[in-house]
């Protein structure tokens, strides 16, 4: 039975609904099970912005506090991971990478490989990305593309509670590590999610609207930002389809494509910085498999190639809002 519940609680409920399932997973992060036992709190304070509040009271065992430490839990996980575990990683901000990077991309994303398909590795990195907190350049990056480039690594980005609760139990489930791309902006978004557990298959695209001239290829929180340019379009006449990759690694190519070979006319919206990125990805892909289809150029819609600004009204600017994706979807409407 569905209800409507947060982003928030939906990513909760599945680490909870996993966790009674299955005794080999745990949840280690900074402030996990911090807190626990100050004045007047009972319970731990559930990671920076509360979003595994209320499992430490449940799995007092598998709660784990952290060290400010990213290179040694990250490692710590992994490790876990390979000795049987499956371990579910808070790295705070995406931004933190950089500190454990190695760890994620020269071992995690390695072993299946370098030990001929033997080595299981099923760790899940859970981390927050985007702009809009008002967090500065250092804890606001959309940074999904580095870790797609990454062969080995499965790359998540649920843009809906519905898809978040589903995207992560498959994550938990899944014998390869995954890093799992929370939008911080996304954590009060309600929708209707089922109580009951349920896996949402990776590589399979969302098409959350459908429309016969123009295609808008994305993810995240640019769902909801397209979705509301779409609104405005269809006013005028214009009928787009919207995709939601889902999972930037496995990538659903083939709804994307088939989607293009409908319309003719493609925008693809991305919050992160322009170059190598996923919309430059798709905008390749596309001129590579389906340029015959295309009757306009491919538009790109994504931030500058600069640091995510403080100032409210610059952080605004940049990122891609529904104005600028109604701008490049009448472009190539009207182009002949």
Avoid at 27 to 51: F, H, I, K, Q, T
Avoid at 102 to 129: E, L, S
Avoid at 248 to 271: C, F, I, N, Q, W
Avoid at 289 to 313: C, N, Q, R, W, Y
């Amino acid at each position: 039975m569905a209800r409507e519940i947060s982003y928030q609680q939906a990513i909760n409920e599945a680490l909870r609904q996993e966790m009674e399932r299955d005794p080999s997973v745990l949840v280690m992060g900074e402030d996990n099970a911090g807190g626990e036992g100050s004045p007047g709190e009972r319970d731990a304070w559930g990671g920076v912005l509360g979003v595994t509040k209320g499992l430490y009271p449940k799995f007092p065992d598998r709660v784990l506090d952290t060290p400010i430490s990213e290179s040694g839990f990250i490692g710590a996980a992994i490790g876990a991971a390979a000795a049987g575990m499956r371990p579910v990683a808070e790295l705070m901000f995406v931004d933190f990478m950089g500190v454990c990077f190695d760890q994620i991309f020269n071992q995690a994303a390695k072993f299946k490989y370098m030990f001929g398909g033997k080595a299981q590795t099923p760790v899940v990195i859970r981390t927050m990305v985007g702009a809009g907190l008002r967090a500065a350049g250092q804890h606001s990056q959309m940074l999904v593309n580095v870790f797609t480039h990454i062969p080995g690594l499965k790359v998540v980005c649920p843009a809906t509670p519905y898809d978040a609760k589903g995207l992560l139990i498959q994550s938990i489930r899944d014998n390869d590590p995954v890093i799992f791309c929370e939008h911080k902006l996304l954590y009060g978004l309600k929708g209707d999610v089922p109580e009951e557990s349920y896996a949402i298959p990776f590589g399979e695209a969302n098409v959350v609207r459908e429309g016969k001239d123009v295609t808008i290829v994305t993810f995240g929180r640019m769902v909801h930002l397209s979705n509301e340019a779409t609104a405005e379009l269809a006013k005028a006449g214009i009928q787009c389809e919207v995709i939601d990759l889902r999972t930037t690694s496995p990538l659903d190519e083939d709804t994307v494509l088939e989607s293009v070979a409908k319309t003719g006319r493609v925008v693809v919206v991305d919050e992160s910085n322009p170059r190598c990125s996923i919309a430059s990805d798709i905008s390749s892909l596309i001129a590579m498999k389906a340029f015959g289809d295309l009757k306009a150029p491919i538009e790109m819609v994504t931030a500058p190639h600069t640091p995510v600004p403080f100032a409210d009204s610059l952080e605004d600017l940049y990122i891609p809002g529904p104005a600028k994706i109604r701008g490049a979807v009448e472009r190539v409407a009207r182009y002949h």
